[in-house]
C-alpha cells in the first residue's frame, strides 16, 4: 500500500518558538494530503486539507496565520506550528490522499504522527 | 450534520473473547464507512472498510457489516489477541465535500 512519512516523529520546543511537521507521500504523488490533530484519548480533529500548488482550506474555529500550511510539491506538505504555546501540544498526523486508488477519493493513507510537546 | 457515534471505551478483555465494538451513522447520502486501528505511538491505518450497504470488510480476523438498516458498522472479532490492544476509530465518509468525520475512538486492552 501506500506509505505516508512524517518527520520529526517527536519535537520538544520553547514556547515562542516555531516548529514545522513535514508530510510526504513516499511512493506516489499526492495531489491532497489532509491534517489532523489529536488530543489525548479524543478522535481526530481535521485542521486543513492541503491541495498542492494552492492554499489550504481551514477548518472552522482552525486558525490559518497560527497553523500555516505549504504544500509546494506533489510530495511533501509542511504544518508551521508558529509561536507555539503549551496548548499547542498535541499529536499531528497528516494524511494523503492517493489518486491511483481506483477513483475513490477518500482513500487515504496516514502518517505515524507527530507528537508536539510545548514547554 | 454528519456524525459517527462510538462506543465508549475503554473496552477491557481476555485473550480469545469475543469483541464488539458498536459504531452507528448519520443516515445522510450514501456514505462509505471504514475502521481504523492507532497502535499506541502510531498514526492510523485502514483495517477494514465498506462502501456501500449490505458489504462486509474483513481484515486480520475482525468484520464489520454496513447495516443501511440500523445505520450501523459494529466491528467483531471471535478470538483477540493480545496484540489487538489499541484505540479504533470508525469513520464516515460521504457528501459532496467529504465529510471527514472519525468516531471519538474506542479503546481497547487484551489481558492474556
Known amino acids: 500500500g501506500a506509505v505516508v512519512s512524517q518527520h520529526p516523529s517527536r519535537v520538544i520546543c520553547k514556547s515562542g518558538t516555531s516548529v514545522k511537521i513535514e508530510c510526504r507521500s513516499l511512493d506516489f504523488q499526492a495531489t491532497t494530503m489532509f491534517w489532523y490533530r489529536q488530543f489525548p484519548k479524543q478522535s481526530l480533529m481535521l485542521m486543513a486539507t492541503s491541495n498542492e500548488g494552492s492554499k489550504a482550506t481551514y477548518e472552522q474555529g482552525v486558525e490559518k496565520d497560527k497553523f500555516l500550511i505549504n504544500h509546494a510539491s506533489l510530495t511533501l506538505s509542511t504544518l508551521t506550528v508558529t509561536s507555539a504555546h503549551p496548548e499547542d501540544s498535541s499529536f499531528y498526523i497528516c494524511?494523503?490522499?492517493?489518486?491511483?486508488?481506483?477513483?475513490?477519493?477518500?482513500?487515504?493513507?496516514f502518517g505515524p504522527g507527530t507528537r508536539l510537546t510545548v514547554l | 450534520g454528519n456524525s459517527v457515534t462510538q462506543m465508549e471505551g475503554p473496552v477491557t478483555l481476555s485473550e480469545e473473547a469475543f469483541l464488539t465494538i458498536n459504531c452507528t451513522y448519520t443516515?445522510?447520502?450514501?456514505?462509505?464507512l471504514f475502521w481504523y486501528v492507532q497502535y499506541p505511538g502510531e498514526g492510523l491505518q485502514l483495517l477494514l472498510k465498506a462502501t456501500k450497504a449490505d458489504d462486509k470488510g474483513s481484515n486480520k480476523g475482525f468484520e464489520a457489516t454496513y447495516r443501511k438498516e440500523t445505520t450501523s458498522f459494529h466491528l467483531e472479532k471471535g478470538s483477540v489477541q493480545v496484540s489487538d490492544s489499541a484505540v479504533y476509530f470508525c469513520?464516515?465518509?460521504?457528501?459532496?465535500?467529504?465529510?471527514?468525520?472519525f468516531g471519538k475512538g474506542t479503546k481497547l486492552s487484551v489481558k492474556p
Open positions: 443516515a445522510t447520502g450514501y456514505p462509505s
Open positions: 494524511s494523503a490522499r492517493d489518486p491511483r486508488a481506483g477513483g475513490w477519493d477518500f482513500e487515504q493513507f
Open positions: 469513520r464516515r465518509y460521504g457528501g459532496s465535500q467529504g465529510n471527514l468525520i
